[in-house]
């Protein structure tokens, strides 16, 4: 006799589970619409895909639970703002709940009354084409009537944190670039401070980036714990301008990092326990190892110099 054993479901952990998610690296879009009697709705989502070419077809999803999503329906088109990399700040503004997210937003009015968004990455004006359940979202798939092609560089998300748009490491050439040295003195573009600034940092964070990650913390995670060490923060709303990701991020963080013993959460702001201000020594040591290393060449002056200078350019005491 044949005996049929009944395979239980895996259980899989909802928040292991995003965290897995989040290795694939994502653009940040804004997604707008407006209904006949003038309701404006626009959520943050990084669900955002192509579909078809011929039609020209995109999708995204929305959590079943948003309050949202009622305008989206009712909406005859939509529009998905693929956002720059200078628009953190409308990311955040836009990931928020309870607001009035269009008050001191620059924006127009596309197809079907759908919102454009001004200075992002591109801009698909969409005729809303079909709604499909998927789980505990909402798959929305337009059909593109228009677009718009910006040509800026997109924000990225990757780890619960954003990120932006880099040549991988190994695709560099040797002598690919002269060195400073070889340049005429009169080369302008080797004496401008903006180009010096973006190929350092570029440079900088290609080695600094890993060793961190090889902590076993998300970028989200090791900036939360470093920003809370340092007590840059006074209340839970500095969080998103100090960590650069949003709230909602921020929240889900905290929530892994709670799990763990390292921090709790208080009614204003988070706070570290005795583990987790070790844990975020551990992280402070790799920083300082890194930036040891980078300044061993130079001068104990100079590297306090180019510091103040540092400071003074991003406009902290």
Known sequence: MNVIQKVQPLSIDPLQFRRALGNFATGVTIVTAQNEQGEKV???ANSFNSVSLDPPLILWSIDKKSSSFSVFEQATHFA????SGSQIELSNKFSRRNIDKFEGTNYQEGE???????????????????????GDHWIMIGKVVKFHDQGRSPLV?????????MPHPSLKLKHSEPTLSEIPQQGHLYNNVCYLMSRAFKAYQTDYIPKQLA????????????????????????LPRDIAMPMQEVERAAEILKREGLLSDHENLYQLTEKGKQTAQYLFEIADSHQNGVFEKYPQQEKEAFISMLRDFAGVA
């Open 112 to 134: 079907g009354a759908s919102l454009l968004l001004e200075n992002c990455s591109a801009i698909f004006e969409c005729e809303r084409h079909q709604v499909i359940e998927g």
């Open 157 to 165: 998300y990757h780890q619960g944190a954003y990120s932006c748009v």
């Open 215 to 238: 902590s076993g913390f998300r970028t989200s995670e090791s900036r939360l714990l470093l920003v809370l060490a340092s007590g840059t923060a006074s209340s839970k709303e500095d």
């Open 80 to 83: 998905v703002n693929i956002l």
């Open 42 to 44: 626009g959520v943050t």
